[in-house]
């Protein structure tokens, strides 16, 4: 397997662009899964000094997708790569009933590195997750206004409580709960039961629908249970082990299993990541034909642009992105 150097040196010696090296190997990718390829891949490591929301889930990512869907063979299934932060939870819905209209449930999840939050809730979605030992997923707990949405309840519930039993303390509560109107508590608990109904009925009709439906709900109540507990986990940017996430009960396969399969997987990583760190791209879309929705950022200004383009290139649309509100 060429490692991250290894494909660094190919970029130069041959004078090739990020992209020719990078579709390149999604190719060798298919050949091998003989399945539509899509990468949704995010540079948020790369460019951490820039606007997060540039580089999580929104719903500009929904032209990305029906661009490099389009004319692919849909009977063949659908292997999706996943580098992600997460992001905007409606977005994350919409992308995720958008690519089951398109495949049904028959869609793989290939996390090579990280799909953090609604990242790991499109995995969910999926009915195969593929990771390395060295990859994670993360917790689901909703973030609203960026701040974790059970510990909001939980500072409310704990206010109630202790005013209830010591008038005295509204003094200490008081200046901290005006700071909040009157329906952000029900704000974040909607947060909490949409992301609980959407990943529990994705579990139900995707990963563990061949399950008698007692014995798939004992498994996906323990597995959404866990994932959404912040008290569980005490950060939303926990990164959970595939060990962790097998041993909860998802359909983890390991890609040590199948050296040709990793191999080809951490090539198209590695080429990501390689683009990310040298050019101005902040996230891919991309199919194994080469058909691309390129999103760059034009620093200082952080403007994102985005660019549609196929194998040779000569499709272009730009236009600025815009940020999303309530955040996985």
Not at 163 to 173: F, H, R
């Amino acid at each position: 397997m060429p490692n991250a150097n290894d494909i660094l040196n190919e970029i130069h010696l041959t004078g090739s662009t990020f992209d020719v090296i990078r579709r390149s190997y999604l190719q060798k990718l298919h050949e091998l899964t003989e399945q539509n390829i899509i990468i949704y891949y995010s540079g948020w490591l790369q460019k951490q000094n820039i606007d997060g929301r540039f580089a999580s889930i929104s719903d500009v990512d929904m032209s990305g997708f029906m661009t490099v869907l389009h004319g692919l063979d849909r009977s063949k299934g659908l292997d999706l790569i996943l580098h992600t932060p997460g992001g905007e939870q409606a977005a994350t819905e919409r992308l995720v009933n958008y690519l089951r209209s398109m495949f049904g449930t028959k869609i793989r999840a290939f996390v090579p590195h990280l799909a953090m939050s609604a990242g790991t809730m499109i995995a969910c979605a999926c009915e195969e997750i593929f990771m390395g030992r060295h990859s994670s997923l993360g917790p689901i707990d909703p973030q609203v206004n960026g701040m974790p949405a059970q510990s909001v309840i939980d500072s409310f519930n704990r206010a109630h409580d202790e005013i209830k039993a010591d008038q005295t303390k509204i003094l200490v509560w008081h200046p901290i709960l005006s700071k909040y109107n009157l329906s952000f508590r029900d704000q974040c608990q909607d947060a909490i039961d949409l992301t609980v109904n959407m990943v529990t009925e994705w579990l139900q009709t995707g990963m563990f629908s061949d399950m008698s439906e007692a014995e798939a709900q004992d498994v996906i109540n323990t597995i959404v249970d866990t994932l959404k507990d912040y008290e569980e986990f005490k950060s939303h940017n926990r990164h959970l082990s595939s060990e962790f996430c097998r041993d909860l009960g998802l359909k983890v396969s390991f890609l040590e299993d199948n050296k040709p399969l990793q191999d080809a997987v951490l090539s198209v990583h590695h080429a990501c990541m390689h683009t990310f760190a040298s050019t101005r791209a902040i996230k891919i879309i991309e199919n194994h034909e080469g058909t691309a929705f390129i999103q760059q950022v034009n620093q200082p200004q952080n403007i994102v642009v985005n660019q549609q383009e196929n194998q040779q290139g000569n499709q272009r649309q730009r236009n600025q992105g815009q940020g999303g509100r309530r955040r996985r």
